[in-house]
């Protein structure tokens, strides 16, 4: 690993182009992507698009799309399997690029490239068992088939917290059902979404498969999700940008003949239930692990804490006992714990909400910036959190966890459903009545059991979410391709 960080680092401060229908762009005005450990160190540099550019795009993928649909399903699933392959040759050099790009610790990293692994491996398969034949009821008379068909043009939004994963993930879904595709990165994590286009050429998908469009969100965004001749959007980011793109999706354009479809996967304000009869100690590990992993950077994240009173001051010194011991420092020192929040405004986001938090509660460890050049902050933890207050309602996305007092099992799940959004959420119990209460009221995607709220595994927790954390697509799950498929029935009298 310390030699896949040198070997990252030398090539710091290249430049990349965009790839529209083949051809490298350049365009006058750049992004610059920065350590956020070192934010005076530039990781890459990359083209802005122009709105005409973004045009340009999604034109050139509508022109390839017959060609790339037509070809059979078992070559795209062949590129698929050799890009996972190559995925894990290259794997330390890609922990490493997350590390530097997107201020991850060396575990985090590895996890994040092993998923994207994973998504590679499992739509390949999944896609063949799609373009078999389909258990469609054969009426005496007729050969009855059901076949899936691609969509067309996707337009691929992901955010920088997985920016590989998920960036891997709803690329290559779309690519491997045969739709052709615009990925526009995140413009936190653009080297990796590069880096990755590397992958897919030399997997053997054609440049005019798919365009890499860097570029400002606020910019091209609104021109590739209205374009009539895109297909579908696939989205995973914040909720006011998910709800933006459902809404202009959602209105033909001149020249528009379907209605796009938006798979929108979106925010968390995760809950971690400790009941009275739970191991404490391992309710105190999960919760720190879900809540400061990765920063609390993850949509997954447990931002809310909700503690039976019976054990809430136990659980309490235990848990800030060891969340004052968290180290926080650069991601590429495998010594620290906790690197930096991605970027300055996230930094000034934070800080402003553990604000908000000490009004709104009572401070039990971190509040604050940690020391150091790097967007650092020390992880918090605020106690007697009322269920109203902004800091258990709104998504803080950083290492910041509310802690919120429960009189007994019913109340706990009453609160922990308190929220617009359902993604993830974890109960400490080993009382199988209190499981089987859970499993039918806590109203999340994806919900767990004596384990942390995050780290879900691909085809193991299909992975998506209720209310405004999205559309549910249940990524790595047997549902999702058929996000990217459209099905024809297909009789013939005999
Ligand atoms: P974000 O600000 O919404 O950005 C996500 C992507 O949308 C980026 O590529 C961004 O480009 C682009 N974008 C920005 N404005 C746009 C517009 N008007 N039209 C189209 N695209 C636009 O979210 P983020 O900060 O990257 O990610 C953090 C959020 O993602 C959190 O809310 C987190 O919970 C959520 N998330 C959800 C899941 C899930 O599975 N549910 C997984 C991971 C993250 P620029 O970078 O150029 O602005």
Same mark, same amino acid.
């Given at each position: ?50 709105? $005409?550019?973004? +045009?340009? /795009?999604?034109?050139? =993928?509508? @022109? !390839? ?7 059979? &399903? ?123 286009? $590397?992958?897919? +050429?030399? /997997?053997?998908?054609? =440049?005019? @498969? !798919? ?7 606020? &910019? ?123 970027? $300055?405004?996230? +930094? ?147």
């Amino acid at each position: 690993m310390e030699r896949a960080c040198a070997q990252v680092r030398s090539q710091f401060g290249r430049e990349y182009e965009l790839s529209i229908g083949g051809e490298r762009v350049r365009c006058e005005r750049k992004i610059e992507s920065r350590d956020p450990s070192r934010p005076r160190e530039i990781v890459g540099v990359h083209q802005s698009a122009t709105p $005409e550019l973004a +045009r340009q /795009a999604v034109e050139a =993928e509508f @022109s !390839f799309f017959p060609e790339w649909s037509r070809v059979p &399903v078992a070559e795209r699933v062949a590129a698929l399997l050799r890009a996972a392959g190559i995925l894990r040759r290259r794997k330390l050099e890609f922990d490493a690029w997350l590390v530097y790009e997107a201020g991850k610790t060396w575990i985090e990293a590895e996890a994040d490239v092993s998923e994207g692994i994973d998504f590679c491996e499992y739509y390949a398969r999944e896609m063949l068992r799609l373009d078999g034949p389909q258990p469609v009821v054969q009426l005496p008379g007729e050969r009855d088939e059901l076949v899936y068909l691609p969509l067309g043009v996707g337009v691929v939004i992901p955010p920088w917290n997985f920016p590989l994963a998920i960036l891997v993930g709803m690329t290559v879904a779309a690519l491997v059902a045969g739709n052709t595709v615009v990925l526009k990165p995140s413009s936190d994590t653009p080297t990796i979404g590069a880096k990755f286009a $590397e992958v897919l +050429r030399e /997997a053997g998908f054609p =440049e005019c @498969s !798919f365009c890499l469009l860097t570029g400002s969100g606020s &910019v091209v965004g609104d021109v590739l999700v209205q374009h009539p001749k895109t297909r579908f959007i696939s989205f995973t980011g914040s909720k006011e940008v998910g709800l933006r793109i459902n809404e202009l999706a959602a209105k033909p354009q001149p020249g528009q003949i379907w209605i796009k479809r938006v798979v929108a996967e979106m925010g968390g304000k995760d809950p971690i239930v400790v009941d009275r009869e739970a191991d404490l100690d391992r309710a105190v590990d999960g919760v720190l692990a879900s809540a400061f992993g990765y920063q609390g950077q993850k949509c997954s994240a447990c931002s809310r804490a909700i503690v039976d009173e019976a054990v809430y001051d136990e659980f309490l010194l235990r848990l800030a006992r060891k969340v004052e011991a968290i180290r926080v420092g650069p991601a590429d020192s495998p010594d620290n714990y906790m690197g930096p929040v991605i970027n $300055e405004g996230a +930094r000034r986001s934070i800080l402003k909400y553990i604000e908000i938090g000490k009004q709104e509660g009572r401070l039990v460890a971190g509040g604050g910036a940690a020391e150091g050049d790097g967007y650092f902050i020390r992880p918090t933890v605020i106690a007697d959190i009322p269920p109203e207050a902004r800091i258990f309602q709104e998504e803080v996305f950083g290492p910041v966890l509310a802690v919120t007092k429960a009189r007994d099992f019913d109340d706990a799940l009453k609160l922990a459903n308190r929220s617009e959004y359902g993604l993830t959420g974890a109960v400490y119990t080993s009382n199988r009545e209190k499981i089987e209460q859970a499993k039918a009221r806590f109203f999340t995607g994806n919900l767990y059991f004596n384990r942390k709220c995050t780290g879900a595994m691909v085809g193991a927790h299909p992975f998506g979410g209720f209310n405004m954390s999205g559309t549910d697509s249940k990524a790595g799950g047997p549902d999702y391709m058929l996000l990217f498929l459209q099905a024809k029935s297909i009789a013939e009298k005999l």
